[in-house]
């Protein structure tokens, strides 16, 4: 693999909330005691509680933002994980079959028209410079994450990894990073029902054409326990400079609207410019279209605190 240093540039937290990942779909249930716990912490989802999806966006409440407030939001991203059903999870696939599920998921995606057309380019074939300024646009997975290592989930790195996005890059698939798939909706600008619509209707066509794990306790199976459900986070990329001075206040705020504040080159990372990720925190046992509007009523009450300061 190359250097550390060149898959991992940004300014790096190490310091980890929930160190678990699972095998495969019923590892949950065959080590439900811990698994349990874990996610009725995190989520706040009962072992007997039921999970229900609606990714209908026309019931979100979002009206476009006043123009003092859209000039603060320099983008918005939502994305789904998602594995296969007949196959084991990330952290235990062999070589074989995570070359098979690239496959499966490239020539599903080959078959999209219209907005979402576009092309799968495989890890192992980009050059450093490629990857380098893909990540820095915030398109593709850094790599060398050390959660992510620990627990099987880079064997093999960059093997059958790759990313497939339509040509404006509003519209991309992560291939076997975290999970099997990342489904991922992102533009310039905060219009977060429109990129809530795209990510549904992708969704959705996937689904059509490859079995994803999914029950009616968990919802949609992830590696992670903290994507167990939707496996939805809704973002902004947003700049908020007094506030974000202020640590015990935006913590108070983010913890009464259940998003989590993240730095702008993604998880663990920091920021130091003011801008910020602002994301939904919960995953399981709410609906996407619910999750989406946890990020935005945060995003609001945050605005509203900021033009006070
Ligand atoms: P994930 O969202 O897939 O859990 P990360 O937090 O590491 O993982 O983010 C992945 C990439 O997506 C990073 O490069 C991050 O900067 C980018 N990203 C996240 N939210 C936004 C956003 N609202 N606008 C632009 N890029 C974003
Ligand atoms: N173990 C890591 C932490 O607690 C990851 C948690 C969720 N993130 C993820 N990429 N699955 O920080």
Same mark, same amino acid.
């Given at each position: ?22 095998? +495969? ?29 609606? $990714? ?5 409440? +979002?009206? *476009?933002?006043? /123009? ?12 789904? %994980? ?46 450093? /410079? ?14 060398? *994450?050390?959660?992510? #290592?620990? +627990?099987?989930?880079?064997? &093999? ?10 040509? /404006? ?24 029902? !429109? ?6 209707? /992708? %969704?959705?066509?996937? #689904? ?19 994507? $167990? ?25 983010? &913890?009464?609207?259940?998003? !989590? ?8 990372? #920091? ?22 509007? *946890? $990020?935005?009523?945060?995003?609001? %009450? ?8």
């Amino acid at each position: 693999r190359p250097p550390r240093s060149t898959l991992f540039p940004y300014t790096t937290l190490f310091r980890s909330g929930i160190g678990v990942y699972a095998g +495969c779909h019923e590892g949950y249930y065959t080590f439900a005691p811990l698994f349990d716990k874990i996610i009725s912490d995190y989520h706040q989802h009962s072992p007997s509680a039921k999970h229900i999806s609606n $990714m209908d966006h026309t019931q979100l409440q +979002c009206p *476009d933002f006043p /123009a003092d407030e859209d000039k603060m939001i320099n983008s918005t991203r939502i994305r789904v %994980a998602r594995n296969l059903a007949d196959y084991p999870l990330g952290t235990a696939v062999t070589a074989v079959q995570r070359r098979e599920i690239e496959k499966k998921i490239t020539s599903a995606l080959s078959t999209f028209t219209g907005e979402l057309k576009g092309k799968y380019y495989s890890l192992g074939s980009m050059t450093e /410079a490629e990857k380098t300024q893909l990540i820095a646009d915030h398109f593709l997975f850094k790599g060398g *994450d050390k959660y992510l #290592e620990s +627990c099987g989930l880079e064997r &093999d790195w960059p093997e059958a990894r790759g990313i497939f996005h339509n040509d /404006a890059k509003t519209f991309l698939v992560w291939v076997n990073e975290e999970d099997q798939l990342r489904i991922i909706s992102m533009q310039k600008g905060s219009n977060i029902l !429109q990129v809530f619509q795209r990510l549904a209707d /992708a %969704a959705n066509k996937i #689904e059509s054409k490859a079995k994803f794990a999914n029950d009616e306790h968990f919802g949609y199976v992830s590696t992670c326990p903290t994507n $167990m459900g939707t496996g939805l986070r809704a973002s902004v990329h947003i700049n908020l400079p007094k506030l974000m001075k202020n640590p015990d206040l935006h913590q108070s705020i983010a &913890d009464k609207y259940h998003v !989590q504040i993240r730095g702008i080159h993604g998880e663990h990372t #920091e920021t130091n410019d003011g801008t910020f990720d602002i994301s939904n925190r919960r995953r399981l046992g709410k609906s996407e279209k619910e999750l989406v509007q *946890d $990020m935005v009523n945060g995003v609001h %009450a945050l605005i509203d605190v900021e033009k006070t300061l």
